[in-house]
Nanobody
């Protein structure tokens, strides 16, 4: 069964930085796109950033220039470096990966989420 495990969330002051990490586990054939989403209280889950296997990236307008997504295909891991954090970045951040492997079909999988709180 494919699984995603996130880490790196926490409490930070406005203007600070955090780095989120998400690692896929299981006997994985391949991972296509990976991404980070977030959901604030009372709001819908939204895309923050995504990255293809080849490294092509896409960002939400609200985080461009502040967040950087990257991945290490040898480690089945995706990162989100967040700088110049704002209180409006406060949300639960979820990792997403399109992957397939032994015992699980290719599909979009989600991590359990990690809380990011930015104080003003």
């Amino acid at each position: 069964q494919g699984q995603l495990a996130e880490s790196g969330g926490g409490l930070v002051q406005a203007g600070g930085s955090l780095r989120l990490t998400c690692t896929a586990s299981g006997t994985i054939f391949s991972i296509n796109a990976m991404g980070w989403y977030r959901q604030a209280p009372g709001k819908q889950r939204e895309l923050v950033a995504s990255i293809t296997r080849a490294g092509r990236t896409n960002y939400a307008d609200s985080v461009k220039g502040r967040f950087t997504i990257s991945r290490d295909n040898t480690k089945n891991t995706v990162y989100l470096q967040m700088t110049s954090l704002k209180p409006e970045d406060t949300a639960v951040y979820y990792c997403n990966a399109n992957m397939g492997g032994i015992g699980f079909n290719r599909n979009d999988y989600w991590g359990q989420g990690t809380q990011v709180t930015v104080s003003s």
